[in-house]
């Protein structure tokens, strides 16, 4: 196969960037994405050229670590499918793509398709978790969890943290990545002591960021490579407006 | 830190519950607006009698009031989040393109600022046309004739071109606007959000069409 | 140097007790006054990072990731193992503590065993308490799954994601320190070396990924929680950023390196497919608990799956280990999936594959049901490999996996250098010779939330540390020599490039130290990877600056680090003429091919001392004696 690639390269935050156009030339339908980039990047190294820089770790779709726009569209074609996971077999030979960075405020490039995602991490840090410290904890056991309960947490909490959910998003909202955590602790009793602080703190942590705010079009849910649904940020807003209006503390 | 009612009103999820209650009251009066025009089928008697118990019922400035203060805020929290989005993604994408599969995004909810804005210049002018309109009287009474104000206006194929126009835009904002409302009140199930999806759509299309029959019906009778 | 494992003494069950009461203590409000550096934040690094950030030590936490949460503790996908008996089928600290020595092929030392054994049911308590979204029953109570190499259920699982919520639950803990500020996160930070003052571990060197910047951190303590060296072999099913960087610069500086030639080789992974693969996929070894392992009775038999009768297929495993079936541990099922494609009998378009087979459970079941313990799963395998395992039989081959082998440590966690610590995959201490599945997420978490908050506060109370700045001249040395090596890196400007070099040495490791090793494929690995090494340093391109973003600098700076450690994990399979575990010398095999081991002359660890590159290490011997456990011939028919 053969595939024309139009890539954003930036070698710096402060670079202005551009796209630059490659050949992929001898891919085999059965490599991953990132396999048919490393080929490119391979014949960049040898000729001593800097290679595109782009993020991947576990390339089992589930660190999260991978993505891009590819086409216009965040991970690429197929739904429930992170980058890592999007095989070359899905195109056909002579294909044009695109490939873009994350593009959002609260996203800034670092270089080429590598984006600084580090605003996820101080959501979860306003009140993504249980404030349990090591040591007191009962036996497991003695806390009961429905199983639908446990199921739906489960869902939410397949979040991976990718980021496409902002990244196609018109607002470039992170509604999505905050409305999983939000549910997940949510649904189950372990999360209850908390249930009203943290949908506050996070959803300020998520506007300080510079996020934007959801338009209910459910783009983020479309490309979500763990298919986590916009019943999420419904169920945020629930709880949102629990928090604010009924809650006392 | 701010007090906790302005936090409310000014999160990125107060913002939305605010857009979705001050929608769904507007939602509500389109619903009544539509029932009253629609009157005007049955004849100038009795729509001039619905428009006088309107206006002679001491009760209708507060509530004229309130429905400006609604739609103002529902019209300045748009606008506003709309610039804090747009504010969200200072680089846009050389390529974008719709990610199908399970996503709602429509020409409806993309247009939504657009239909919105185009709503809210036709709103001032609407007004301007018949609440402070020429006024005629019925004669041998002091009932307001808005029957003829309504006949002289859409004696004008101009205005009868604008007001589909924009009746059908209040339809497409609906088609989003509604079943939206219900995803940012929180109000989400299984057994019921793909349907009020779907009664979304037949609202639009009811408010939508129902009120560019109006213009349409009194162009051609006279 | 004499080996002191520092072993409590008293009886097994009591010893963690008797320890923990004889540790010395830090006074709370002394705490914040200690600084300690956390390199990682997997599962033993994140939550070694929140356990010590709620005490109220000032944390300092380390990843190369950009975030914390994608450590590769994250792809984790069975279980985690507790001896809660929560199904009544007899399990037991005991029983754990037996499975898992006798798993590892009595190569472990007994207390740390029985210690994490015993921690295992706390570690569930606590995770649960974070909201960690374990599998339950429709009452309510918790789920369990079973697992290779025992014959009770005891794993506890969140679908095939279980490390990824421990994982998260970690994390968002540690995150919660963060936001106290009692933990400092550091993301996008490489750790290119340890800094020793007076002997002790007193800081480490990082690079800064994003911004090329060299950066020093100084504390009282280090604690390595840096993972495993599996993509030394190139193809794993680690993570591509995985390496051994940060644990070979340890090694360097005097950490003994301790049983490398363990490692682990996970029976169900995707085979490979062409030759620019970068990672191998594991597929969970729960899917044994209901797929059948099998191949045609004769070679060379093309047929496809559907074609192959009952009466011509072979479920050897369950031919050859009745009572454990397909649920045999993961070293035998390694072994024998070798032997049969070995013998000609495998399948696929390379002949290196066998069948996992789900049709009797699907008949038995019903695709929904399946559907509902292995979706993921199978979607994975049909996302990789275009084929639908709900109506083809999966095709799997061995992986490099897990490693067992890693930094010495003692019964503290303490390497051999003093204050630096060594948590989780990163050190040598629980698994022996092999590992059992769902055991790597317990032994993680015991030692980051359970044994270091006691065992460093120990250190902590009973050493003298005086105070240190970066200025110290240690670091100013250390500083230079990481910036000595980059620039080489740089510098030689040659024609090929880090992964030519990685695969061509993953390669040769996997055909001579994989799944069976001999004395000659040993000493020809010896003598051919410092050819490698040196055609590394002379013909390696590494484009792009050094202060900016470079993946393949880093890239570069890892493979230079396995091409120097490849030479100890050869030469450590090359001393143990014996076959236990995960190592399995073709000289050392009982008559129908099962390892033998040689407990008269390698009941030890072996702890290797670093001398200089291209000089063989001193190797130390840790006596590895065993009180409650009697060391059989390891059976699993």
Known sequence: MRIFLKVWRQATPRDRGGFVDYTAENISPDMSFLEMLDVVNESLIVKGQDPIAFDSDCREGICGTCGFLVGGVPHGPDPGTSVCQLHMRRFKDDDRLVLEPWRARAFPVLKDLVVDRSAFDRIIQAGGYTSVNVGGAQDANLILVAKTASDKAMDSAACIGCGACVAACKNASAALFTSAKVAHLAFLPQGQPERATRVVAMVERHDAEGFGSCSNEGECEAVCPKEIPITNIAHMNREYLRAMLVTRD | MPSRFRRVLSSSVGTKLLMGLTGAALFVYMLLHLAGNALILAGEDVFNEYSHMLISNPLILPIELGLLAVFLLHVYKAVTMWMSNRAARPVGYLKKELAGHTSRKSLSSSTMIGSGLFILGFVVIHVKQFKFGTFYQVTDSTVRDLYQTEIEVFQNPFWVTVYVLATLLVGLHLRHGFASAFQSLGLDHPLYTRRLTALGVLFALLIGVGLAVIPVWVYFRY | MQLDSKTPGGPLAEKWDRHRFESKLVNPANRRKYTIIIVGTGLAGASAASSLGELGYNVLSFCIQDSPRRAHSIAAQGGINAAKNYQNDGDSIQRLFYDTVKGGDYRSREANVYRLAHLSVNIIDHCVAQGVPFAREYGGLLDNRSFGGAQVSRTFYARGQTGQQLLLGAYQSMMRQVEKGSVKSFSNREMLDVVLIDGQARGIVVRNLNTGAIERYAGHAVLL?????????????????????????????????????????????????????????????????????????????????????????????????????????????????????????????SGLAVYLDFQDAIE??????????????????????????????????????????????????????????????????????????????????????????????????????????????????????????????????????????????????????????????????????????????????????????????????????????????????LHRQESCGGHFREESQTPDGEALRDDANYSYVAAWEFQEVGKAPHLHKEPLTFEYVKPSQRSYK
């Not at chain 3, 597929?283 to 059948?292: F, Q």
């Not at chain 3, 009952?310 to 045999?328: H, I, K």
């Not at chain 3, 100013?476 to 992964?499: F, M, N």
Request: charged fraction near 25%.
């Open chain 3, 225 to 349: 929680c840096t993972g495993g060296y599996g993509t030394a072999y190139y193809l794993s099913t680690n993570a591509v950023n995985s390496n051994v960087t940060a644990a070979w610069r340890a090694h360097r500086r005097g950490a003994f390196f301790a049983n490398p030639c363990y490692t682990q080789i996970h029976p169900t992974c995707i085979p490979v497919s062409g030759t620019e693969q970068s990672k191998l996929t594991l597929m969970s070894e729960s899917l044994r608990n209901d797929g059948r392992v099998w191949v045609p009775r004769t070679s060379g038999d093309k047929r496809p799956p559907k074609q192959i009768p009952e009466a011509e297929r072979d479920y050897y495993l369950e031919r050859r280990y009745p009572s454990f079936g397909n649920l045999v541990p993961r070293d035998v099922a390694s072994r024998n999936a070798k032997a049969v494609c070995d013998e000609g009998r495998g399948v696929g378009d």
């Open chain 3, 364 to 573: 038995r079941l019903g695709d929904e049901v399946i559907r509902g313990r292995y979706g993921n799963l199978f979607d994975m395998y049909s996302k990789i490999t275009d084929d639908d395992p709900y109506s083809v039989p999966m095709r799997i081959y061995p992986a490099i996996h897990y490693t067992m082998g890693g930094l010495w440590v003692d019964y503290n966690l303490m390497s051999t250098i003093p204050g630096l610590h060594v948590l989780g995959e990163a050190n040598f201490a629980d698994h022996g010779a092999n590992r059992l599945g769902a055991s790597a997420l317990m032994q993680g978490l015991a030692d980051g939330y359970f044994v270091i908050p006691y065992t460093l506060a120990h250190y902590l109370g009973s050493a003298t540390l005086p105070a240190v700045t970066t200025d110290h001249d240690a670091f100013k040395a250390s500083e230079a020599a990481v910036q000595e090596r980059i620039d080489l890196l740089l510098s030689v400007k040659g024609s090929k490039t880090p992964r030519q070099l990685h695969r061509e040495l993953g390669g040769l490791l996997w055909d001579e130290v994989g799944m069976a090793r001999n004395e000659a494929g040993l000493r020809k690995t010896l003598e051919r990877i410092p050819q490698l090494r040196d055609e590394f340093w002379q013909n390696v391109s590494v484009p792009g600056p050094k202060n900016n973003l470079n993946k393949n600098l880093e890239y570069a700076g890892r493979v230079a680090d396995y091409l120097e450690f490849a030479e100890v994990l050869t030469l450590d399979a």
